[in-house]
């Protein structure tokens, strides 16, 4: 089992910028795709960026590319987003994933085995 906990959350005027973190539990963080996904009230869960296990692969949904980044520290089993020009309405709450499968496919809500509780991000207009 896979224990995840985000942190980094809060409150940022549109504009603005965070930085999200995730820990997880596991030692065998190394071999595990990390996601990022958002969700606000009434809507479905939405796909933000991936990375591989190595670090070396990443994807983004197209509204973040060049805004957010993705990154990882393996030794620390840390996932790390970057997020840069924050806009209102990306105001949702953001949750970590982990998955086994591998990085193809990482947009997938399904393609990950263990989700974290996830940390609220508030971007003000």
């Known amino acids: 089992q896979v224990q995840l906990v985000e942190s980094g959350g809060g409150l940022v005027q549109a504009g603005g910028s965070l930085r999200l973190s995730c820990t997880a539990s596991?030692?065998?963080?190394?071999?595990?795709?990390m996601g990022w996904f958002r969700q606000t009230p009434g809507k479905e869960r939405e796909f933000v960026a991936t990375?591989?296990?190595?670090?070396?692969?990443?994807d983004y949904v197209a509204s973040v590319k060049g805004r957010f980044t993705i990154s990882r520290d393996n030794t620390r089993k840390t996932v790390y987003l970057q997020m840069n020009s924050l806009k209102h309405e990306e105001s949702a709450v953001y949750y970590c994933a982990a998955g086994v499968r591998g990085f193809a496919g990482g947009e997938r809500g399904d393609h990950y085995n263990y989700w974290g509780q996830g940390t609220q991000v508030t971007v003000s207009s």
């Open positions: 990375i591989s296990s190595s670090g070396r692969m990443t």
């Open positions: 596991a030692g065998t963080f190394g071999i595990l795709t």
